[in-house]
């Protein structure tokens, strides 16, 4: 890409959200419109871009570390990690995370030549001027996150472009650089660190301006320590949209966060990641537990969750899914086909497991108190520092967070009917345990279980009050017949049938209109045979009673003292039906009988795959199958929930 192009795009990150700005580089006015996958070539003086140039192109850490160490060195008082460049206003952290020279080309990817660079940050970048990492460049991006807004920017701008299917598959857009992934590396090093250092007790960070902040907050985290700096920057600078002019160390970290969950469709970006390895690693980093699970700002409204859950489950389209991102309604966003659904929705539950695991210690308050203490008490453990309110306040952004995922509307509605292991790993994180707990131990579902549980009890006993009994009484002599009992029983019974009937219909059409495979799929499943197949039969039972009945009056048969085998075999196989249905009832709302049901239908799978395959091959395979449910039986009943709930 050409730096001159003056149509060149710049995506800016507003201090009050995850807004995208889009602004031409005409406008910029000696801003940078450079691509950082490109070298720089800015047309400045020698004398200005001579460090910031080669702390951006210099392959060679030795060099680096001489040259800058020369510099620092000849500038006697003059800190050279608070000066920045005149056109960028780029500091030599923002020039460094931007070498991918260094980074690629010289390390060759290693991880002990990427540590090489990070002591070399983390013990001499940094120390020398610790407010850098949260100070901006004139395009407002802190060090290290320019380079992860481009790749999240390149990422959607490849999707958005009119490319054929299969280019797609030669194009990596959902693989992350190594580049990228050591940006955010480095962050969550940053975060991790405390910068104040051992020499000494006091701070030596600057940021923004504390005079809302207690007395008692200041003295807790110890006085305030100015830092080495240049005549250009005893001045107020503006930090995240407020005048600051100094502060104490642990503001940095909430910059940092902050700014990162700014940046648009990041999170989204992160779980498109196809490596799995590559996956668990980055949502594992320091950085994006506090800024992208732990906090509510990334995930916005949610509707990208929602739009994702939409396009995995609609599996039966022809055409390409698409869907849009939260903040952009007009966007069309990622463009998918048919065989990558599963890998949406294989995303979108692994979003549930990660909020799910998140911990007090993502909590930045928590984790600074913490880090403190060890600092002060160095044998002293870390759980003992927490206090009540410390765990009391977690646990409030915690539910805040959670209330903001179980609050999407359809969420469970759509969970529910994808496959049966998505449905298995969603239905045993927290995050959605508490939301069918809630939604199970609500009134209108509390009323909902004791109407069917009625309409249960009333369905066995009109049965056997109603066709059951009458077909023993056949003959038109028998005093003992009870027409009246016989009427009203068939009256409830049909009127039970129509109830479950009705419900069975809908909720069979809504899993139609959600997916016409997955409704087919679960059409003949064993839930659903024990809901519909009871139900005919005693329909059957009702009919073939009231027929012989009806030729009897009518002297239509001489067979007065014969009971017929087609209704002796439709009692008597109906009777079990009917309990197996209340059963399956039962099953939803009690853990263990749900463990019992499980194992006996992985039992039965067991035997199918034993009938279709080598004997000798599934001995062994068929006991750990079955045992595995058996391990799981405390949480696998989670899974029937989502039946009461849909």
């Known amino acids: 890409m050409d730096p001159t192009m003056t149509n060149h795009v710049v995506t800016l990150i507003p201090p009050a959200g995850p807004k995208r700005v889009r602004r031409s580089a005409k406008y910029t006015k000696g801003r940078s419109s450079r691509s950082i996958w490109s070298l720089r070539d800015e047309s400045i003086s020698e004398e200005e871009k001579k460090l910031f140039y080669y702390f951006q192109t210099c392959p060679s850490l030795p ?31 923002h020039c460094i995370g931007l070498n991918e020279r260094l980074i690629m080309v010289s390390t060759g990817g290693s991880d002990a030549a990427i540590s090489q660079i990070n002591r070399f940050i983390m013990q001499e970048l940094i120390p020398g001027y610790p407010s850098a990492v949260t100070e901006e460049d004139n395009n407002n991006f802190i060090p290290f996150t320019e380079i992860i807004i481009e790749w999240v920017n390149n990422r959607r701008d490849t999707r ?69 700096m240049s005549p250009k920057h005893t001045g107020r600078k503006n930090i995240m949209g407020k005048q600051i002019s100094s502060m ?63 396009a995995a489950i609609k599996v039966n389209d022809s055409s390409m899914i698409a869907f849009s991102s939260h903040r952009e309604v007009s966007d069309p966003g990622f463009q998918f086909a048919e065989d990558e659904c599963r890998f949406l929705a294989e995303a979108a539950i692994f979003y549930l497991e990660c909020v799910s695991k998140v911990n007090i210690f993502d909590d930045l308050r928590v984790f600074h108190k913490i880090q403190f203490s060890r600092k002060v008490f160095p044998n002293k453990k870390g759980s003992r520092v927490l206090s009540k309110s410390d765990v009391q306040q977690f646990q409030e952004c915690r539910d805040e967070l959670f209330h903001n995922v179980t609050a999407l509307e359809g969420l469970v509605r759509r969970i529910s009917v994808m496959d049966d292991d998505l449905v298995k790993r969603a239905s045993v994180t927290k995050v959605l345990c508490r939301k069918l707990d809630k939604s199970i131990s609500s ?3 509390a009323a909902l279980a004791l109407f069917d549980g ?46 479950f009937a009705t419900r069975t219909i809908y909720s069979n059409k809504a899993k139609y209109a959600l997916s016409h495979r997955l409704f087919w799929s679960g059409l003949f499943s064993g839930s659903n045979f024990l809901d519909v197949v009871p139900l005919v039969m005693v329909l059957f039972c009702i009919f073939f009673t009231d027929i012989i009945l ?53 039992i039965v799978k067991d035997i199918k795959c034993l009938l279709g395959t080598d004997v000798s091959n599934m001995v062994s395979v068929s006991p750990l199958l079955s045992s595995s449910f058996i391990l799981l039986g405390t949480d696998v009943s989670k899974i029937f929930k989502f039946h009461i709930i849909f």
């Not at 009518?554 to 085998?565: A, G, Q, R, S, V």
Request: with cysteine; aromatic share 10%; hydrophobic share 45%.
């Open 63 to 93: 060099s680096l570390r001489t040259e800058f160490r020369n510099k620092n060195c000849n500038n006697g008082n003059l800190n050279i990690c608070a000066e920045t460049e005149e056109i960028t206003g780029r500091s030599l952290l």
């Open 160 to 228: 958005k472009s009119k490319i054929a299917a299969d280019d797609l598959q030669t194009i990596s857009t959902r693989a992350m650089p190594r580049m990228v992934e050591w940006s955010l590396e480095i962050l969550s090093e940053i975060l991790d660190s405390d910068l104040s250092g051992d020499a000494s007790p006091q701070s030596s960070f600057t940021s923004i301006d504390t005079s809302n902040i207690s007395y008692q907050d200041l003295n807790l985290f110890g006085s305030l320590h100015s830092a080495r």
């Open 248 to 310: 104490h160390r642990p503001f940095h970290r909430e910059i940092i966060v902050r700014k990162i969950a700014a940046i648009p469709h990041l999170l989204e970006e992160l779980l498109l990641i196809e490596d799995k390895e590559q996956l668990h690693h980055i949502f594992e980093l320091s950085i994006v537990r506090k800024a992208l699970l732990f906090g509510t700002e990334s995930f916005g409204d949610g509707k990208w969750l929602i739009k994702m859950l939409d």
């Open 443 to 445: 009134d209108f579902a």
């Open 454 to 499: 009625i309409n249960h009890i009333l369905l066995v006993v009109t049965f056997r009050l109603g066709p059951a009994e009458a077909l023993f009484y056949l003959s038109r002599a028998d005093e003992s017949f009870k027409p009246h009992q016989y009427i009203i029983a068939n009256v409830v019974l049909v009127a039970s049938i129509v109830y």
């Open 550 to 602: 009806r030729q009897r009056a009518c002297k239509e048969t001489d067979k007065f003292n014969i009971i017929p085998w087609p209704g002796r075999i439709a009692v008597a196989l109906t009777t079990p039906f009917l309990w197996f249905r209340i059963l399956n009832y039962i099953k939803i709302r009690n853990k263990h009988l749900a463990t019992v049901i499980l194992c006996f239908n992985q």
